[in-house]
């Protein structure tokens, strides 16, 4: 079955950055695009990233464009979140998904806490 793992969150100073990842299984990840999206307390969970199948081509959410890079390794089966220059409101659980067999599929998140 389709499983996404999250992993690389944790509590870092505004201005510093933090590299998420996600192991992907149970589907041919290279025919898929893929997406990292965030959840803030209180608020609903929105697109910050996507990247396509072999071609790379990606597109950002407007607050993150300039600071967050998706990327992703095809023999790995894994897909990357690097964000730099992280402010309070990047705040969030973070969540890997992909839209596959007609359903999307997400991973359990992995927190970000952007904090002096």
């Known amino acids: 079955q389709v499983q996404l793992v999250e992993s690389g969150g944790g509590l870092v100073k505004p201005g510093g950055s933090l590299r998420l990842s996600c192991e992907a299984s149970?589907?041919?990840?290279?025919?898929?695009?893929m997406s990292w999206y965030r959840q803030a307390p209180g608020k609903e969970r929105g697109l910050v990233a996507t990247i396509t199948t072999i071609g790379g081509v990606t597109n950002y959410a407007d607050s993150v464009k300039g600071r967050f890079t998706i990327s992703r390794d095809n023999a790995r089966n894994m897909v990357y979140l690097q964000m730099n220059s992280l402010k309070p409101e990047d705040t969030a659980v973070y969540y890997c998904?992909?839209?596959?067999?007609?359903?999307?599929?997400w991973g359990e998140g992995t927190l970000v806490t952007v904090s002096s």
């Open positions: 998904n992909v839209r596959a067999y007609g359903m999307n599929y």
């Open positions: 149970g589907f041919t990840f290279s025919m898929y695009g």
